[in-house]
């Protein structure tokens, strides 16, 4: 089932007698229960593309569709709300709030909204589970490593069983090993649990664990590699630089 479908997306920005053409007619489908990266070099449009499927921003032109629903055609308002209700969105940082605990940050985006049950503080330690931090579900972040932090993020992400999970370079602050566990993690929801995710990283190694890698350049889809989660870093890294280098 086709979950996503971005179509012929173009994002200008203008800015104080600047045009920049960060997005150039870019088409690309999801499936449910997928694991997509995105690759390209700085400033070819891969966070662009990630605010726009996320509804952060609106496409100058084109069509982005979540489910059937094009985000391009809904107000700034109904937007807000769908992406609160069937996005999850990850970023470099954790943007968790250092005072609360793992669960009250997962349960955030509920407790916002004056959801507290004790269903809910089910919920969230369901998510947590998910991510393998049942032990750590009292910690506040400051007693969690980088690598943790990052898992909480992606349970509170999980909270409300989106449509689809954007990662946006989620391993950016993570050594090597701690990167290992968030690629291994993701590609462990999409494959048992179902999820849908779309991850933008400058790492072959984490895209390898993918099952297809979009390539932009310039604003444009140049090319597709499909490294099926079979980790193998060398071979997309080798691919990545004939379709961008
Ligand atoms: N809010 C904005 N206003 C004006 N120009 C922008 C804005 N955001 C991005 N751009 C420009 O659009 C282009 C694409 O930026 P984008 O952030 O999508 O790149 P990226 O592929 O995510 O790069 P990186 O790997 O460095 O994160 C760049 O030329 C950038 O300078
Ligand atoms: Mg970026």
Known sequence: MTILEVLDVHKVYDTSGSRVQALNGVSMTLEAGSFTAIMGSSGSGK?????????????????????GQDLSRMSDRRRTIF????????????????????????????????????????????????VHLQQRVGHRPDALSGGEQQRVAIAR???????????????????????????????????????????????????????RVVVLKDGRVVGELA???????????????????
């Open 157 to 211: 992400a999980l909270l409300n069983d989106p449509a689809i999970i954007l990662a946006d370079e989620p391993t950016g602050n993570l050594d090597s090993r701690q990167s290992l566990e968030i690629w291994k993690l993701l590609q462990a929801l999409a494959r048992q649990s179902g999820k849908t995710i779309l991850m933008v990283t400058h790492e072959a190694a984490g895209a390898a664990f993918a099952d």
């Open 47 to 67: 966070s662009t593309l990630m605010h726009l499927i996320g509804g952060l921003t609106r496409p100058s032109a084109g069509a982005i569709r979540v489910e």
């Open 83 to 130: 992406r609160r209700r069937r996005l999850g969105i990850i970023f470099q940082e954790y943007n968790l709030l250092p005072t609360l605990s793992a669960r009250e940050n997962v349960l955030l985006p509920w407790l916002i909204d004056g959801r507290t049950s004790g269903d809910a503080e089910r919920r969230a330690d369901e998510m947590l589970a998910l």
């Open 227 to 245: 490294p099926q989660g079979g980790g193998d870093a060398a071979l997309v890294a080798a691919g990545y630089q004939e379709l961008a280098g």
